[in-house]
């Protein structure tokens, strides 16, 4: 089996895992299931992964490196306003949400259902979301340096609060069925990110 090959099995694996994960659970996605779905023998699957636990830490660590990867592309896309830019990346991402019908995040899925089973599960969920919520930082430095947003208020702590903001009105969308959460989360960042 030669490198390339490795890398698309186990992309693969990871990928099926993934979208089964947001419908069905850690928890609820046997192996089973996603040896059948992925079209893969058992031995293939323990060759990348020792243990269905190792899955789910490597299944984190690939989304949220794309989930930071696609924020961070985004937040640079552009040289203009970082306050308003952070605000267009929240905005975009409900509509986002709204067209494919709450189909669901890995992290707010999995977020509760794994930390008190699986402390590599919980560890890779922290390193993801202090990953996120540092680029987030980075960007309300920079709307600081340009002037947007007030020199008084910390970065960090208004990152960490857009963030878990965000990640509570997913959750309650999730429950509702019903964009209005992640409307209102704008709206509340809105407020906190007003300009000078």
């Known amino acids: 089996m030669n490198k390339t090959t490795r890398f698309d099995t186990r992309e693969h694996i ?3 895992g993934e979208q089964l994960c947001v419908q069905s659970g850690f928890n609820g996605t046997g192996l ?9 023998p058992k031995g293939s699957f323990y060759y990348y992964f020792p243990s269905k636990e190792a899955f ?3 299944m984190l660590e690939r989304y949220f490196a794309r989930y930071v990867q696609n924020l961070s592309a985004f937040l640079a896309e552009h040289q203009g306003d970082a306050r308003q830019r952070v605000l267009e990346y929240y905005q975009q991402s409900c509509s986002w949400w709204q067209e494919h019908q709450f189909a669901g995040c890995l992290s707010v899925k999995l977020s509760a259902e794994v930390c008190d089973l ?3 599960m ?4 922290a390193a993801g979301s202090a990953a996120l919520i540092g680029e987030l930082t980075s960007a309300l430095e920079k709307a600081q340096q340009q002037e947007k ?17 965000w990640l509570g009105a997913s959750l309650q969308c999730k429950i509702r069925r019903d964009s209005a959460p992640l409307q209102i989360a704008v709206q509340q960042m809105t407020r906190i990110l007003q300009a000078i």
């Open 56 to 58: 789910g830490v490597a």
């Open 118 to 120: 699986s402390e590599e």
């Open 149 to 165: 947003l007030s020199p008084a208020v910390s970065a960090a702590s208004t990152a960490e609060t857009l963030y878990m903001l």
């Open 122 to 125: 919980r560890n890779a969920l």
């Open 32 to 40: 089973i299931e996603l040896l059948k779905k992925a079209e893969v």
């Open 14 to 16: 990871l990928n099926t």
